[in-house]
């Protein structure tokens, strides 16, 4: 079972910036998209952005679109969500996860039923 650490997690004012990390203990992740997650007490999963395999698509959530940057580093096996301008309805636990679909290209990456390992969260809290 592929096993991942998120990292990079804190307490920000809003406005202010943070970066994620989020290691892969395996080098198989670069066969699969990966992507970012959140969510709050008492609502579900919700998807913030994901990256292909091949790192040449990204996808956002329209609440995060031209704040948050995804990127990962295949030799590194990890991926990155960089967080700018953050509000404090960004507060939540970021998840990483992996796609199960391996390869796959296409237009559908939203849903976290379609991912199939995730990290063990990191906590972001944005302060008014």
């Known amino acids: 079972q592929v096993q991942l650490l998120e990292s990079g997690g804190g307490s920000v004012q809003a406005g202010g910036s943070l970066r994620l990390s989020c290691a892969s203990s395996?080098?198989?992740?670069?066969?699969?998209?990966m992507g970012w997650f959140r969510q709050v007490p008492g609502k579900e999963r919700e998807f913030v952005a994901a990256?292909?395999?091949?790192?040449?698509?990204?996808y956002y959530s329209d609440s995060v679109k031209g704040r948050f940057a995804i990127s990962r580093d295949n030799t590194k096996n990890t991926i990155y969500l960089q967080m700018n301008s953050l509000k404090p309805e960004d507060t939540a636990v970021y998840y990483c996860?992996?796609?199960?679909?391996?390869?796959?290209?296409?237009?559908?990456?939203?849903?976290?039923?379609?991912?199939?390992?995730w990290g063990q969260g990191t906590q972001v809290t944005v302060s008014s």
């Open positions: 996860a992996v796609d199960a679909r391996p390869n796959y290209i296409g237009n559908y990456y939203s849903a976290h039923t379609l991912y199939n390992y």
């Open positions: 990256i292909t395999w091949n790192t040449r698509f990204t």
């Open positions: 395996r080098r198989t992740v670069s066969e699969y998209n």
